[in-house]
């Protein structure tokens, strides 16, 4: 089975178990955008590494606001996720550049995957154990 991916800085301890608590009893496997995998994903898809949260589903990728609308429609009913995605725009940089230590890149909407991209991502959405940690981790 494919599971959609949600990929966001886990470099945080509070932003891992928040994520892990999000992520728990839904469709979304949490995947930190430092890894290895989750990179060379995004040089395939981008062309470069953007600082993004993304959702990963079905043959498309969402990035920013798209991300948070969709992430949230998984976990809430009602208008919540529309109203906290139309505050992400305005929010985002600030929130990022406290918490992150950056600004997010300026990636909005939807986006078809691309076939080179579509390959370093099989491995990820299969079900099991998704290897996160490489040597430039093992440091931390």
Avoid: C, K, N
């Amino acid at each position: 089975m494919m599971r959609a991916l949600l990929i966001y800085d886990g470099r945080s301890p509070v932003f891992r178990r928040a994520m892990a608590a999000f992520t728990r009893g839904t469709d979304l496997r949490p995947v930190p955008w430092e890894s290895r995998p989750v990179q060379r994903f995004l040089e395939a898809q981008f062309g470069g590494q953007p600082f993004a949260f993304l959702l990963v589903e079905g043959d498309v990728v969402h990035a920013g606001s798209e991300t948070v609308t969709r992430a949230l429609q998984r976990r809430f009913d009602g208008d919540l996720p529309d109203r906290l995605a139309a505050v992400y725009p305005r929010t985002a940089e600030p929130f990022g550049r406290l918490f992150h230590g950056r600004a997010p890149a300026d990636l909005d909407g939807t986006f078809d995957l691309e076939p080179e991209a579509v390959a370093r991502l099989d491995p990820l959405r299969r079900e099991g154990t998704i290897p996160v940690t490489d040597e430039a981790d093992a440091g931390r």
